[in-house]
C-alpha cells in the first residue's frame, strides 16, 4: 500500500526547506541569474540545515531523512532558485552514490565534508563531448599505473564542476566494449592533471555553473577506484535513476512557482472591467496547469516512496522526470501567456522560470531516453 501522507519528520524537511526558500533564496534569485552568482553561502547553510545529505545515515553527518524528504526538500528550493536546486540535489545524489557504493575509507573521508559543508558542494561527469544519451559510449580512459590509475580525457556539460569538492568520473578501464569497460572513480578537487575549462553561457540556471573538465595524465590514488573495476556503468545508472526523481522535484518546484506567479498575476491585471482571473480562458489554463502539477507530484512522490522502500523504481523515476519536466515547460508557457508581453520581459520572474524549466527535459537524461527507458521495461518478457 503506497500513502502519501507526510510523516512528522518529512513535513519538518519540507518546512525547513520551504522557509530557507523563502527568506534566503527567492529575494535574490533574479539578481542571480542576471548577473550569473554561484550560490556558494547559501549552499553552506544549507548544509548547516542537513539538507546537503538528507537521505545519508547520520553516521556520516547526513539527515537520514529519506528519498521523499529529499524529494520535497528540492521542490521547495527550486521554487525558490532552480539554479540552487540543481546543484542541491546532483550534490545529494553524488553523497548517495559515495554511501551506497564507496569503501569505508572513502565514506569517511568525503561524506561528512559533503554533509558539514566543508565541500560547497560536489559533481557527477558522466557525459563527454561526444556523448551525452550513449553514455556507454564514453572515451575517457584510467590506465593502471604503479601506485594507482592515470586518467586521460574530456568531459562536458558539469553541473558545479569548478566549485565541487569531490567529482565522481566515469572512465574506460579495459578494451571491453560498451557499458562493460567501464569504471567510477572519486576525483578530488584540485587534483594535478585537472583542468577546470570555461562556464558554458547558458539559457536557464545562470546561478548554477556548467563547465568542461578535462584530464591530463591526473594521477589518481589506488583507493580512487569507487565500486568494482568494470561495474562503473551501473552505479550511474543506480544514480541517475535517484537522480531522475531530484530533477523531477526539480521542475515541480520550477512549475509550481510559475503557477504561483500566473495566479498572482491573474488577479492584479484587469481586462474588461474585471481581474484576469474572471475570465474562463484564464481558469481553465489555471486549472490545466493545477491538475497537471498534481498528477506530476504523485507520479514524483511516488517514484521517491519505492526508492525510499527499496523495491524497483526505475521505470516509476523516468515516468516521473518526463512527466513532470514536460509539465513544468506546459506550465510556464501558460503563465506566460497568462502575463501577455510583460511576461516577455524581465520584470517579471515567469520569464525567468520559463528559461530555467527548459534544460529539465534534457539533463539527467532527455525525454526520449526516459521513454526508451519506460519502454523497454514494458516489452521486456
Ligand atoms: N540500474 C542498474 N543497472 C542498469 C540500469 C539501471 N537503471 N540500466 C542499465 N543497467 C545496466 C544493465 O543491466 C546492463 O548491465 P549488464 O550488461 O550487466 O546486463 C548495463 O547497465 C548496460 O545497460 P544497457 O544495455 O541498457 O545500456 P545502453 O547502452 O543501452 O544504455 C541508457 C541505456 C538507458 C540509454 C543509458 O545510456 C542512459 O541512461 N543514457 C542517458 C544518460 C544520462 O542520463 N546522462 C545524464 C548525464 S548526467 C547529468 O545530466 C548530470 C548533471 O550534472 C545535471
Known amino acids: 500500500m503506497v500513502s502519501f501522507e507526510l510523516t512528522e519528520e518529512q513535513q519538518l524537511v519540507q518546512q525547513t526547506a520551504r522557509d530557507f526558500a523563502t527568506r534566503e533564496l527567492a529575494p535574490r534569485a533574479a539578481e542571480r541569474d542576471r548577473q550569473a552568482i554561484f550560490p556558494a553561502a547559501e549552499l553552506r547553510k544549507l548544509a548547516e540545515l542537513g539538507l546537503m545529505g538528507i537521505n545519508v545515515p547520520a553516521a556520516y553527518g547526513g539527515a537520514e531523512a529519506g528519498v521523499v524528504a529529499t524529494s520535497l526538500a528540492v521542490t521547495e528550493i527550486a521554487r525558490g532558485c532552480a539554479s540552487t536546486a540543481v546543484t542541491v540535489s546532483v550534490s545529494n545524489m553524488v553523497a548517495e552514490i559515495i554511501c551506497a557504493f564507496g569503501t569505508e575509507e572513502q565514506k569517511r573521508k568525503h561524506v561528512p565534508r559533503m554533509t558539514s559543508g566543508e565541500y560547497t558542494c560536489s559533481a557527477f561527469a558522466l557525459s563527454e563531448p561526444h556523448c551525452g544519451s ?8 584510467a590506465k593502471r599505473v604503479s ?3 592515470l586518467l586521460n580525457g574530456s568531459k562536458q556539460w558539469i553541473s558545479h564542476g569548478d566549485h565541487s569538492g569531490v567529482i565522481v ?3 574506460r578501464t579495459n578494451d571491453r566494449p560498451g557499458a562493460k569497460g567501464v569504471s567510477a572513480f572519486l576525483v578530488d578537487k584540485g587534483a594535478a592533471g585537472l583542468i577546470v575549462g570555461k562556464h558554458e553561457e547558458k539559457m536557464g540556471l545562470r546561478g548554477s555553473t556548467t563547465v568542461p573538465l578535462t584530464f591530463e595524465d591526473c594521477l589518481l590514488p589506488e583507493g580512487a577506484l569507487i565500486g568494482v573495476e568494470g561495474g562503473g556503468f551501473a552505479v550511474a545508472m543506480t544514480a ?5 526523481i531530484g530533477v523531477a522535484s526539480q521542475a515541480l518546484g520550477i512549475g509550481q512557482a510559475a503557477l504561483d506567479e500566473a495566479r498572482r498575476y491573474a488577479t492584479e491585471r484587469k481586462a474588461f472591467g474585471a481581474p484576469l482571473a474572471a475570465l474562463e480562458a484564464i481558469q481553465f489554463m489555471l486549472a490545466d496547469c493545477s491538475v497537471e502539477l498534481e498528477a506530476a507530484r504523485l507520479l514524483t512522490l511516488r517514484a521517491a516512496l519505492l526508492k ?6 526505475t521505470r516509476e523515476a523516468s515516468m516521473a522526470k518526463v512527466y513532470t519536466t514536460e509539465t513544468a515547460n506546459r506550465v510556464c ?4 501567456q497568462i502575463h501577455g508581453g510583460y511576461g516577455y520581459t524581465k520584470e517579471y520572474a515567469i520569464e525567468r522560470l520559463t528559461r530555467d524549466a527548459r534544460v529539465t527535459t534534457i539533463y539527467e537524461g532527455t525525454s526520449e531516453i526516459q521513454r526508451l527507458v519506460i519502454g523497454r521495461d514494458l516489452v521486456k518478457d
Open 134 to 141: 550513449d553514455a556507454a559510449a564514453l572515451r575517457t580512459t
Open 147 to 149: 601506485g594507482g590509475w
Open 169 to 171: 568520473v566515469w572512465a
Open 240 to 244: 541517475l535513476d535517484g537522480g531522475r
Open 308 to 313: 525510499e522502500q527499496k523495491r524497483p523504481f
Open 333 to 336: 508557457y501558460r503563465a506566460l
